[in-house]
């Protein structure tokens, strides 16, 4: 047997004796309600940037560090004596999203619970399952081989569920200390199915909130009804203009830049193992819609769209109250495709808002966040060194997927710090991230552990 193989075996016996501690500390951290977009959680998402730091330095990582950003803190830490080996940073973020609906848990969302083969809490996949593997992974090859065979740089961030808006700050003026040859990010899933898979391309963001105001105070609908504009009204007709029936995207300019898709990569889409029926099915919708000429799985991760994610305005109580409302609102986002600039697509959508909104109201378009696509090469030593790694301790070799969701920082690594960026995530494809009920599966989680130490092992290896 060779050294690593030695080296590996012992990594499993201390896995094996270490599980049940393990847990407990994957539970520990999952009960720190850490959600990064509502204030009163503020001291709790602190609370779990200190967990995470105690818990790196007691595994041996140096240069620990609670780094204030100026919003949630970034939590940091690496080790640095793999001289001549590549270096690596690894990112993930301790923050998670709200809990609402509560009602629809079926048990409190920060009381953790092992369900079958599941983690069941809010962050268990999302991301803080992934911060706690690679912790542990950690963990396990310093107790057991006392170094690691790369530079290791930890990022763990506290704002990526609230757009990451204090990241880039924190990014160009750590610069320095952040210098590396590649990004592992954990933030992704694997492919329907639970087949193991790394992301390949992210899409971006705009996220825009649109306010319509008509008069100062509601108005008598009988006195005042076909005199003035509705804003609700003047909302619902912007809305409406947004999208055509063909699923297109109305705002000009809007497509100006996206990267088509080549016959090549659309067929390679093709070919994953996708059941659209079961798709629709699991879904419980009585059709898949989108943008036309696209398949379900171009639109999903390949294709940009609009959504509203919220609106409101006017009279919600029980029975009628016959009124013209004074305002109404929404929450519209984008999600954005290579090489779509989320500035640029701002200016665009509230340049054509103003253009649509009916006469008669005040419509202002605000940006609350955004960020920019990704696109990694499948070719990369980095990425061929990451693949190796999953089918060795998965037993498969990766899918190339790309994936419809946004992790702004992936865009950050390449532009600011110009490192090639590997997104490799763990989490089932029916984890309910952002949703009641989310869940880890836990032989992901464990075998996850061991993917990461390969995957060091095969970084090294890899002459990067
Ligand atoms: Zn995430």
Redesign the pocket.
Known sequence: MTDTTTSLAAIEAYLDETRAARLASYKAFLRIPSVSALPAHAPDCRAAAEWLAAELTTAGLEHVEVSETGGHPVVYADWLHADGAPTVIVYG?YDVQPVDPLDLWTSPPFEPVVVGDRMLARGAA??KGQIHLHLMAAAAELAVRGGFPVNLKYIFEGE??SSSVHLERWLLANQDRLRADVAIIS?SGFFEGNRPAITIGLRGMMYAQVDVVGTAVDLHSGSFGGAVQNPVNALAQIIAALKGADGRIRVPGFYDDVVSLTDGERAEIARLPFDEAQYQADLGVSALVGEAGFTTLERRGARPTLDVNGIWGGFQGEGGKTIIPAHAHAKISCRLVTAQDPVAIFDAFRTYVQEIAPPGVTVTVQDIGGGHPSLTPTDHPATQAVARAIEATFGQAPLYIRDG?S?PVAASFESILGLPVVLMGFTPPDDH?HAPNESMDLGNYETAIRTVIRAWDELAASGL
């Open positions: 973020h999302d991301d990526e569920e933030d969701g992790i991230a």
